[in-house]
């Protein structure tokens, strides 16, 4: 069974650009949350989709965006990027309505320079 | 403000003996507590659970405490093996769907043959 993947696995940008980070959940999760490690930080949760919806927001700034699609793969994007965004973004995925253990990604590599 | 800490930021110990990892809280309105496993390139994976009616979980080598009124929960690897060797991530939410967890910064363990 194929796990939680994410792409790019690093991605350079340069401040004020944009940019897309995606997500594929395990098969047959409905439930996609985004996740962003700093250096030296733990784990900061940013966005939580069920079903196509976004059902809960972290702290952080409406710059940070994303959509589920109908296959329920996920997009984050981050707008008007800010050297502090540079960060690992997870992925992690559950079976549904918010509830099971999550699986987490590989991650993907942002680099704002 | 962190509301979950590991405030060692690394562990040492030899294969064989015990790894204790510890984690504070401070928000009295987490019930449930997960610890993850992060090897380098790799996303966290789950390792172990407890919710707060219990104060013991074991599985195998692994055995999660919690001290409710405390506020403190470790995490017992007995033996350690260098396969241990990665960084552990306290976390804790309010709700048994744990559709919103809050992490710790994270402890890397290095256990030495």
């Known amino acids: 069974e194929a796990g939680v993947t994410q792409s790019p696995t690093h991605l350079i940008k340069t401040r004020g650009q944009q940019a897309t980070l995606r997500c594929s959940p395990i098969s047959g999760h409905t439930s996609v949350y985004w996740y962003q490690q700093a250096l030296g930080l733990g784990l900061q949760f940013l966005l939580w989709?069920?079903?196509?919806?976004?059902?809960n927001r972290g702290n952080f700034p409406p710059r940070f965006s994303g959509r589920q699609f109908p296959n329920y793969s996920s997009e984050l994007n981050v707008n008007a990027l800010e050297l502090e965004d540079s960060a690992l973004y997870l992925c992690a995925s559950s079976p549904g309505q918010g509830i099971g253990v999550l699986t987490f990604g590989a991650g993907s590599r942002l680099t704002v320079l | 403000d962190q509301q979950v800490k590991q405030n060692s930021p690394s562990l040492s110990v030899q294969e064989g003996r015990i790894s204790i990892l510890n984690c504070d809280y401070t928000?009295?309105?987490?019930?449930?507590f997960l610890w993850y496993k992060k090897y380098p390139a790799e996303g966290p994976t789950f390792l172990i659970s407890?919710?707060?009616?219990?104060d013991k979980n074991e599985d195998g080598r692994f055995t999660v405490f919690l001290n409710k009124s405390a506020k403190h929960l470790s995490l017992h690897i007995v033996p350690s093996q260098p396969g241990d060797s990665a960084v552990y991530f306290c976390?804790?939410?309010?709700?048994?769907?744990?559709?919103?967890?809050?992490f710790g910064k994270g402890t890397m363990l290095l256990v030495s043959p």
């Open positions: 407890i919710s707060s009616i219990k």
């Open positions: 928000n009295s309105m987490f019930d449930y």
């Open positions: 976390a804790a939410s309010r709700d048994s769907g744990y559709s919103t967890l809050t």
């Open positions: 989709y069920d079903e196509g919806e976004e059902r």
